[in-house]
């Protein structure tokens, strides 16, 4: 079993930036992926960037290309969004997923599931 644990959120003015992180224990394979979502008030939960396992691959939503960077440190089993240039309409809980097969966007491809970590922009 897979077990997440996201850090990193709080209140941030338009423009700063964050970096969340997610530690991974349990069992992951080297063939694994894991991914940030996020979820705001009303709204579906919505995919934000992936990676695999060994960083080979990764994936970013269209809102997070060219502000979001997603990284790996195998040495440390941890995940990490880096955010750049936030705007209000960042604002949302922040989950981290895995899944032991290749990249998907879909959270329902996601059987394993974080906390979550709010994350505030304000303007």
């Known amino acids: 079993q897979v077990r997440l644990t996201e850090s990193g959120g709080g209140l941030m003015q338009a423009g700063g930036s964050l970096r969340l992180s997610c530690e991974v224990s349990?069992?992951?394979?080297?063939?694994?992926?894991v991914a940030w979502f996020r979820q705001a008030p009303g709204k579906e939960r919505e995919f934000v960037a992936a990676i695999t396992w060994r960083g080979a691959n990764k994936a970013y939503g269209d809102s997070q290309k060219g502000r979001f960077t997603i990284s790996i440190d195998n040495a440390v089993n941890a995940v990490y969004l880096q955010m750049n240039s936030l705007k209000p309409e960042d604002t949302a809980v922040y989950y981290c997923?895995?899944?032991?097969?290749?990249?998907?966007?879909?959270?329902?491809?996601?059987?394993?599931w974080g906390q979550g970590t709010q994350v505030t922009v304000s303007s």
């Open positions: 997923a895995a899944r032991d097969r290749f990249i998907t966007t879909q959270p329902a491809d996601f059987p394993s």
């Open positions: 349990g069992f992951i394979s080297s063939t694994s992926a």
